[in-house]
């Protein structure tokens, strides 16, 4: 190919390297030029252009690339067309992407004119998801380079598309009296939902206790009858004699491999029984958030085996995320000697059922309920206190006048909860460690109980979530580690950071308060039995 700048004389067929434009005339990068291109071009008085002209032993990029596509294996790829020297290919199914990473690398080094970018190997992919471009850099490349390509990928697959099996997968859940069955129940709503993305089922579920012998008769039980079994332990596996790998033997399987490098998701066990794979689950795994267990899932809903090679070789790239439970935690951030709680004061809702009034301007012996509330939270040393307002903004400011409170203001406070902890995480300073989200319509709540959440989140190093409960019972309010501040942003409507707290990779303390941890003031009757009274009319 020769490149550079033509007389318009011989330009003719030139393919143009740059956009040209003239008074009446505009032409694409990549035009084949012809006689009324040239004349038009003669007339704006362009004597040269920069261009391309193609020799004998040239392929034009779009042939070229489409003869790079001929020559290429791939199942369950469908290619694109060819434009601008591009072919882009497309996943037929849902599955797992495999690729010949040595064969692609291998063209790549053919030549710079050509390049292949694919997914990375095991890549989970949706039915026409993009796995692969082939593109051709200048505007032809020569017919060697093409037949070297062609050379190297013959007989070989390049890539491709393992389509999820419709697996069918039996789920086991070992039990003690400290799991909550609330737990358990979370944790198969969240298999269920991992497993259905992958085309899967959960056909039954067995809630043996945790021993040996009850866990493998459950695990016989139900292998014969799915592709594979899921196992949680409601212990964390120590040892390869510990409960879930002796069941498994029990039961007359082999353990393969107890741990993988991917993190998290270390403490996985693979194992096998009737030639038929069997997991052992690590406790992150009841989380949604990706971990180890979904790569090994992944794989055998593909009908992809397993080896212990494979989990091996898993740990560059294995590292996903901190989890701050670990005794010797890699963040580089030190653990604070006294970890400083902002106190987040939410008051930016529209009491819709106070029919009217604005419960946070009720007053409870004659101090409004949102003054009443920061004053709460100031004694109790929250470092800074912020006042999330947003309904009636102006009025609710106007009530905390002469305190000290960062005032943040949501404007997006009609979609729900969610847009207040995100605008309170947003104007919580970087040296607070934890933020306490206080709820501004719970009268009951003193200095003194806000005190004693903040010293149990100190004492626990800053890294623990820290809930205040009624008689066991979930409530209000809740201080969330620094390590959750950036998850918040993933939350969306009416809802609160809840899945966050109980998805299992947090240690969660929980602080009985007593009924002050659950009473709010959401309607006129509560209000007024809580000792306030409306100082709006009701309309």
Known sequence: MIFGEIPLKDALGAILAHSTHTANLKLKKGHVLNEADLEQLREAGVTHVIAARLQDADLEENEAAKRITAALRWSCVQAGPASTGRVNCYAETAGLFMVDADLINAINAVDPSVTIATLKAFDRVEQQQMVATIKIIPFAVPVSVIDRIAELARGRTAFGVRGFAGSRIGLIQTTLPSIKPTVLDKTRRVIEARIAANHGVVTSELRPPHASKPLAEAIRKLQNANDFVVVFGASAVVDQDDIVPAAIREAGGDVSHIGMPVDPGNLLILGE?????????????????????????????????????????????????????????????????????????????QSTRMMGPNKLLATFDDVPLIRRSAQTAIEAGGRPVVAVLGHMAEECSAALDGLNVVIALNKDYASGLASSLQTAIRNVPSSSDGVMMLLADMPALSPTDLQAMISRFQSAGGQSVVRATFEGKRGNPVILPRILFNEVFSLAGDVGARHLIERGDIPVIDVELGEAAALDVDTPDMLHRAGGTITEPIR
């Open 273 to 349: 029984l009737d030639e038929k794979p069997l997991i052992g689950a690590p406790g992150c795994a009841r989380s949604p958030k990706e971990n180890g267990f979904d790569w090994v899932l992944d794989r055998l809903m593909a009908n992809v085996p397993v080896t212990k090679a494979d989990i091996v070789g898993m740990g560059v790239g294995g590292l996903l995320m901190e989890i701050p439970t670990r005794p010797q935690p890699r963040d580089p951030r030190p653990l604070a000697a006294r970890p400083d709680v902002a106190i987040a004061l939410l008051a930016a809702g």
